[in-house]
Structure formats: C-alpha cells, structure tokens
C-alpha cells in the first residue's frame, strides 16, 4: 500500500511540474509551423496514406467508381467509412445528405463507403434516409485497408482534386463543422 501511495505522490509530482514545460513548448509556434503538442497527435493519429489508392469500388446501383478519378474529376471527395449498426454514424448521415446537396454544384462530392454490412441492407437503409450521394459497400474491409485501415466509424477523409488526403476526421460529425471543412478546404 505504502509503494501504491509514493508512485502516486510521485506521479501528481511529476505532472505538477511537467505542465509548465509542456505549456511553454505549447506555445512556442512559428507561423506554418505546428506546436510539439500538434505535431506529435498527428504522429500518433494519422496512418492513412497521403495519396487515394487507385482503387474501384462498386456503388450499391452496381456502378463501378474509381476513387482517383472520382478526386481528379472534383475539387473535394469526401468520403465517409460508416456501417449500419453505428449510431454516430446513422446520426450525422442526414447533415452529410443536406451539405452535399448544398456543395455539389462546386464540384463536391461525397461517397459513403458501409463496412461490415451487406449490400442489400445498406440499400434499403440509404433508401429510408433519403441518402442521394455515392454509397458502396466494403464488406471484406479491402478499401479501408488502403486507406490505413479504418479504425473507428465514423471515418471521413476529405480528399483534393490532386488525389491527395488533406484531412482525416475519426467520429460524428455535426453539419456545422462538416461544413465548415468543406469551405475551408475549397479555399486552400
């Protein structure tokens, strides 16, 4: 008990005196440059390639897609990993359906990539949203693999009309700042 409570006083020790370090690293930003805090989360978080894999995939009315076409022909991709059974996902597919509606006619473009589902499951659900945008199925993960590995739903990943991924998001995102992300990213 006496060696649980010295590594703890040790530890709330250590953390008392780290914080200023860490505040002043913090802070110490060149412009275009990131923090050490920045630069080490996107160290640990982002494992997707820096380029879209030049791969098709088969939207669930049975067109074929070519993802470095679907980037090249467009200013913005934005692809979204989801799955049925996902609440977070199920939740911000309506926003996503309302800011492609409002971004299309600027050559935006969303497609909505199920894994783990079935194609005739993620039709009838995209049909009962009133989903108008790309959506396919991954069952066997083989997209998402080139892309890293997608490692939580909701994934989106926004990507240039030079096939390159700017921008990873990994949870829910509400209309708002999924709109926000686009028209910075048309901007850039």
Not at 10 to 21: S, W, Y
Not at 84 to 112: N, Q, S
Not at 173 to 188: I, S, T
């Given at each position: 008990?006496?060696?649980?409570?010295?590594?703890?006083?040790?530890?709330?020790?250590?953390?008392?005196?780290?914080?200023?370090?860490?505040?002043?690293?913090?802070?110490?930003?060149?412009?275009?440059?990131?923090?050490?805090?920045?630069?080490?989360?996107?160290?640990?978080?982002?494992?997707?390639?820096?380029?879209?894999?030049?791969?098709?995939?088969?939207?669930?009315?049975?067109?074929?897609?070519?993802?470095?076409?679907?980037?090249?022909?467009?200013?913005?991709?934005?692809?979204?990993?989801?799955?049925?059974?996902?609440?977070?996902?199920?939740?911000?597919?309506?926003?996503?359906?309302?800011?492609?509606?409002?971004?299309?006619?600027?050559?935006?473009?969303?497609?909505?990539?199920?894994?783990?589902?079935?194609?005739?499951?993620?039709?009838?659900?995209?049909?009962?949203?009133?989903?108008?945008?790309?959506?396919?199925?991954?069952?066997?993960?083989?997209?998402?693999?080139?892309?890293?590995?997608?490692?939580?739903?909701?994934?989106?990943?926004?990507?240039?009309?030079?096939n390159s991924i700017v921008k990873t998001h990994k949870g829910y995102?509400?209309?708002?700042?999924?709109?926000?992300?686009?028209?910075?990213?048309?901007?850039?």
């Open positions: 008990m006496v060696a649980a409570g010295g590594f703890l006083v040790g530890a709330i020790l250590f953390a008392q005196l780290a914080q200023p370090i860490h505040g002043l690293f913090d802070s110490l930003q060149v412009e275009g440059l990131l923090s050490i805090k920045q630069l080490s989360f996107e160290r640990q978080v982002e494992d997707v390639p820096m380029k879209v894999p030049d791969l098709a995939i088969t939207t669930i009315d049975g067109r074929q897609i070519f993802l470095k076409e679907l980037s090249s022909q467009n200013e913005l991709v934005v692809i979204n990993f989801w799955a049925t059974w996902c609440i977070p996902c199920t939740k911000e597919m309506p926003d996503f359906e309302k800011v492609y509606r409002a971004y299309r006619h600027k050559k935006v473009v969303f497609l909505g990539i199920a894994t783990q589902d079935l194609t005739p499951a993620v039709r009838d659900f995209v049909s009962k949203l009133d989903i108008t945008y790309e959506v396919a199925v991954d069952a066997q993960n083989k997209i998402a693999s080139a892309f890293g590995g997608v490692k939580a739903l909701p994934t989106t990943i926004f990507v240039n009309s030079k995102m509400a209309k708002r700042e999924l709109e926000g992300q686009v028209k910075k990213l048309l901007r850039e």
